[in-house]
């Protein structure tokens, strides 16, 4: 039962109430007044409150106030003998539940106090809750705290990274190496390094209390030496002479029970050893980098956490963040391993049709410069890129008689032949980074018109990306095809066509892009990528030495360098292809006394060439 | 830069933006300094500067490596390759560099597979294309990368585009292997190799800038620009130098009368020639990196 509290100056009234209420099974104190009453409600238990207004030294109007402060959720009733409405109005303002008015009948007493009590419960009840809820939000934090800490332990080599930037930037240093002191062994190994030798990186272990580190993290205390070969703290062994160390800098990262790690930094850029102010500079990144670290709770916070349980959570984040990093890993293998798979696709496609051999790469390295040239951004340069090189790839549904027929298609044979871009466009759908490629590689035959296929998009609803890559892949048709029909289409004849259907079949703009670009830039990218001009393969077995041998030989490789702007005093030699009858023209300057050898630029061929000042001029183009 | 160099420079990067996740092999030279700034770029902490530690590549530029992949906030490794174990390159036959490069693609290769890397990337350029390389073989059997060959970028247009970048590298001297200072035929020594480094570091510090030592065993001849052979050839000087390369070793020290063919090594020659020029009546240009 509640406890009832009557604060009254008449000893009648105290006596009344005491009666009437322990008759209903109230526990009952009594108080004559307020300071009284005070003493009473700060030992506690107390329930409701009877509270007479007029007091000698404290109106109960005034003490009201201190009550609600010992207990807010205490319910007061006022006792007036001067019950005016104004009064009653004050006393519930200031957060009175109720009030009598004397002299009272036990009922309207029971009536009040049980209203008062009930009113109690229900805040007692809701005080109960709200614990219990707090708890749970206790829990939860905890949780989330120990997500937050998964979390960090995924950042931890991250962050680690950055430190180990950031300080090398900052500070004008070479070698940065952030070493943390592991749980199971208590060694410490290296985290994050720039400037080190790999080999160090994955194996060194210093254990506390050996070495220059060892000795930091023991210590707890930073250490600076300006010269490693004069200092008498280090052993002579500990000297680096391997990378020129000669000043140096080792500080700890300080946690809440002691060290977890330390930093090292050797190396200035500047060549000056490190002055106090530097290890001053690197003290502040040590205690920034320890407190980001016990946020990580990757060490005493762990410690602290009782026992077992947290050292599951621990393991099993590590298993997490070497999964996370696993997965990294394994996305960007994946990747390469779709696109690898894919560009072989695209390889054994070009394989069976002569003409589009290396057409993919080509299209692809020649749309990119258009791309630059018309403004794309790299990120657009980037998709264009990928979806360059796999434009085609649909192609690879359709049958050996269809591919190498060239122009010369039926209509059904066309039907077939123009479903290639759905094809490819159905073959990268799954997967999922290549999203942004798909849409490219189904509008790469969409013409600016609305005249091509499958979607007959016109102008601006062509992507473009798409846009640019018809371009280079018209382009590189026209300019491939002159191969097989015995024609010579030089870069103008293909551009003046490509003006010529530009704002019909073609992107204008895209076009335009193109006409900027260099010629012999144009024309240096076929020769680099030109089937059988792969530079490296096509030289082997030529013994040529290049020009640092003591001893050249003669008769050296040229290079068959695009002719240079007219004008500009280089005499240059034409050239003619015996293999592949490209035409081309080779600097004078390169050619030595004795004659040379020069590849084709085309097909990689290499025929002589004598210099001009002593043989009759070579073919003229 | 200049629109043109701007754009092939946003090719370049989008290629590399393509790629995602790459190994930048990074010798420190002016071509893989260029691509490893564009890589960080375009690719961020995905991209990782591997620098070779081998006993042909002086100490000075494998600290200058370090030095410049902190510049450019590059996460960065050295990897010690092992050529030295293969007899091949031992024997040192005129196609020396394609087995240094195997050895080292190789290693570039098995990191990229392990860490996840979707390409390694190199620093071969347009103007490469022409010469005599054999170390581009072993670099196309790995598949490696050449974005700048692919952004058409020539050597010149790499020494604008990275002064306008701010790059130190922008007119760093060409800067072959000591290997190379081996004629051909000559087997390969650490012991030589150090021998030469400490040659051409005492020349060095007799304030010569352009320079090789050739090694014949004991024998050394010295090449300077030919502007500065009289400087060299100074009573003084030229008996201090050569006492001091006896005493790393050599016996016979020679001075090269036709001293060193600096043209191909002047930027601002390359870049008034597109690189073409920059090759001499010799033959095609040295080896790199």
């Keep these: ?621 | 830069m200049d629109a043109n160099l701007q754009a092939k420079y946003r090719v370049l990067t989008g290629r590399l933006g393509a790629l995602g996740r790459i190994l930048v092999a990074f010798s420190g030279g002016v071509d893989s300094t260029f691509v490893l700034k564009a890589a960080v770029e375009a690719c961020g902490p995905g991209a990782l500067a591997v620098t070779a530690v081998s006993p042909a590549v002086p100490a000075r530029e494998q600290e200058e490596a370090v030095a410049l992949a902190a510049l450019l906030q590059a996460r960065h490794r050295l990897l010690p390759t092992a050529e030295m174990d293969d007899a091949n390159y031992v024997a040192n036959p005129t196609n020396r560099c394609y087995f240094c490069k195997r050895e080292l693609h190789v290693h570039l290769g098995r990191l990229a597979a392990a860490e996840g890397y979707a390409a390694v990337v190199d620093g071969v350029n347009r103007d490469d294309l022409h010469d005599w390389r054999p170390g581009r073989q072993a670099a196309a059997e790995r598949g490696v990368v050449s974005p700048l060959v692919e952004a058409d970028f020539t050597k010149a247009e790499i020494r604008a585009a990275s002064q306008a970048l701010g790059l130190p590298t922008w007119d760093k001297p060409a800067m072959p292997c000591l290997a190379s200072r081996f004629p051909y035929g000559t087997p390969i020594t650490v012991e030589g190799l150090r021998r030469v480094e400490r040659a051409e570091a005492i020349l060095r510090e007799h304030g010569f800038r352009e320079l090789r030592v050739r090694h014949f065993g004991e024998a050394a001849r010295i090449e300077v620009a030919p502007a500065e052979l009289p400087r060299l050839l100074e009573p003084n000087r030229g008996a201090a130098v050569a006492a001091a390369l006896r005493a790393v070793g050599y016996r016979t020290v020679a001075v090269d009368p036709e001293g060193f063919r600096s043209g191909k090594l002047n930027a601002h020659l390359v870049a008034g020639t597109r690189g073409a020029a920059a090759r001499t009546a010799g033959g095609a240009a040295e080896p790199r990196e």
Excluded at chain 1, 60 to 72: A, Q, W
């Design chain 1, 1 to 621: 039962m509640e406890t009832i509290l009557v604060i009254d100056d008449e000893l009648f009234m105290r006596r009344l109430c005491d009666d009437m209420l322990a008759l209903r099974g109230f526990k009952v104190l009594t108080a004559e007044n307020a300071k009284e009453g005070l003493a009473r409600l700060e030992k506690g238990g107390i329930d409701v409150v009877l509270l007479d207004i007029m007091m000698p030294d404290l109106t109960g109007i005034e003490f009201l106030p201190v009550i609600k402060k010992t207990d807010p959720s205490i319910s007061v009733i006022i006792m007036t003998a001067y019950a005016s409405l104004e009064t009653a109005i004050e006393a519930l303002k200031k957060g009175a539940y109720d009030y009598i008015r004397k002299p009272f009948r036990p009922h309207e007493l029971y009536h009040a106090v049980d209203k008062a009590t009930g009113r109690r419960r229900v805040e007692l009840e809701n005080r109960r809750l709200l614990h219990a809820l707090q708890g749970k939000v206790k829990e939860l934090t905890t949780l989330n705290r120990v997500g937050k800490f998964i979390h960090s332990l995924l950042e931890v080599d991250r962050l680690l990274e950055q430190v180990v930037l950031s300080i090398a930037a900052v500070m004008g240093v070479e070698i940065v190496s952030i070493m943390l002191v592991e749980g199971e062994t208590g060694d410490m190994t290296i985290r994050a390094a720039t400037g080190l030798p790999e080999e160090v990186v994955t194996t060194t272990r210093q254990k506390v209390g050996n070495g220059i580190a060892g000795w930091v993290a023991e210590k707890g205390e930073p250490l600076l030496i300006q010269d490693i070969e004069k200092d008498s703290r280090i052993s002579k062994r500990a000297s680096d002479a391997k990378y020129r160390t000669k000043s140096l800098l080792s500080v700890p990262l300080l946690g809440r029970d002691g060290a977890l790690g330390v930093i090292n930094v050797n190396r200035k850029s500047s060549g000056e050893t490190f002055t106090e102010h530097d290890l001053e500079l690197l003290t502040t990144f040590s205690s920034q980098t320890a407190v980001a670290l016990e946020n990580a709770a990757l060490h005493s916070r762990v410690r602290d956490f009782n026992g077992a349980v947290e050292e599951k959570v621990r393991q099993a984040t590590a298993e997490l963040a070497q999964q996370n990093t696993d997965l990294d890993r394994a996305n960007a293998v994946l990747r390469e391993n779709y696109l690898h798979t894919l560009g072989s696709l695209v390889a054994t496609l070009e394989a069976r049709d002569g003409y589009t051999r290396n057409h993919s790469e080509r299209v692809t390295r020649l749309a990119a410069l258009i791309a630059a040239e018309v403004g794309f951004s790299e990120a657009q340069i980037s998709t264009l890129w990928v979806a360059g090189m796999l434009h085609d790839l649909g192609k690879v549904g359709v049958p050996d008689e269809i591919l190498n027929n060239g122009d010369r298609l039926s209509p059904e044979q066309r039907l077939v032949m123009e479903r290639h871009p759905e094809i490819g466009a159905r073959i990268v759908e799954p997967i999922p980074f290549l999203q942004g490629v798909k849409e490219v590689i189904l509008q790469h035959e969409e013409r600016h018109d609305g005249s091509g296929y499958p979607r007959k998009l016109k102008g601006e609803a062509i992507l473009p990306e798409a846009r640019v890559l018809a371009v280079a892949d018209t382009y590189d048709a026209m300019i491939s095809r002159r191969q097989y029909q015995g024609r010579i289409l030089s870069h103008q004849d293909v551009v003046a066509e490509l003006q010529r259907v530009a704002g019909s079949q073609l992107d204008p703009e895209s076009v335009t892009g193109l006409c900027r670009l260099d010629q012999a830039m144009v024309e240096a990218l076929y020769a680099g990528v030109a089937p059988g001009s792969e530079p490296s393969r096509g030289l082997t077995g030529v013994q040529e030495p290049p020009d640092e041998a003591p001893e050249p030989l003669p008769s050296p490789e040229v290079a068959a360098a695009p002719a240079p702007p007219s004008g500009n005093g280089q005499e240059t030699v034409p050239c003619r292809c015996s293999n592949c009858q490209a035409a081309f023209r080779v600097r004078a300057a390169v050619i030595p006394a004795g004659g040379a050898r020069i590849r084709c630029p085309r097909c990689g061929q290499a025929i002589p060439v004598r210099s001009p000042l002593e043989a009759p001029a070579p073919l003229p183009s």
